[in-house]
């Protein structure tokens, strides 16, 4: 039972362009989200995160955008850079549950 | 700035062997985890431990046990290792018990059971 999901398992965008990586949830429980970026050979770093109460939380290049209603979130990278290139996880957890929930991952490529 | 510190950081294991991977992190954090990470499930939850003295079970813990040996000190044993376990494995830390701030994770240690 996957209850976050992200079924693009690869993007690939041209540098400078925006970059839209998915993620939807099954559990309506869930009101933390967060986004972690993994590059090769080392672990999952914390990128941004937004609470239930909101609709959108940017920092820098990056934007999160969240819908209740279709339990679906999105990472928006404006511009995309080189660097960026790496795997992408969202996560879930419910408030006192303790428990982080991952999807299974997107390969985000930045073409030059 | 060591954060999260697994060891080791390679292993390779014949099946039915036994081995504990350690994780130590020195950020006072409450809570550790241990990850697995297999291609196309992406990470998921083994065991953690909410305060020094408890654990629970995550998603997958069987063929698993840990010890909390202290507020920075994580352990994860396979008792009698089987291929299925091949994986990377990641120990994260958290400030929080209850609402999730972000969690920092070591570096992995990738498994190998022939």
């Known amino acids: 039972d996957q209850q976050v999901k992200q079924n693009s398992p690869s993007l690939s965008v041209q540098e400078g362009r925006i970059s839209i990586l998915n993620c939807d949830y099954t559990n309506s429980m869930f009101d933390y989200f967060l986004w972690y970026k993994k590059y090769p050979a080392e672990g999952p770093t914390f990128l941004i995160s937004?609470?239930?109460?909101?609709d959108k939380n940017e920092d820098g290049r990056f934007t999160v955008f969240l819908n209740k209603s279709a339990k679906h979130l999105s990472l928006h990278i404006v511009p995309s850079q080189p660097g960026d290139s790496a795997v992408y996880f969202c996560a879930a957890s419910a408030l006192g549950a303790q428990k982080l929930v991952f999807g299974q991952g997107t390969r985000l490529t930045i073409n030059p | 700035n060591a954060g999260v510190t697994q060891t080791p950081k390679f292993q390779v294991l014949k099946t039915g062997q036994s081995m504990t991977l350690q994780c130590a992190q020195d950020m006072n954090h409450n809570s550790m985890y241990w990850y697995r990470q297999d291609p196309g499930m992406g990470l998921r939850l083994i065991y953690y431990s909410a305060s020094e003295g408890t654990t629970d079970k995550g998603e997958v813990p069987n063929g698993y046990n840990v010890s909390r040996l202290n507020k920075r000190e994580f352990s994860l044993r396979l008792e009698s290792a089987a291929p299925s376990q091949t994986s990377v494995y990641f120990c994260a830390s958290s400030e929080r018990q209850g609402a999730w701030t972000e969690a920092f994770f070591g570096q992995g240690t990738r498994l190998t059971v022939v």
């Open positions: 937004i609470s239930s109460i909101k």
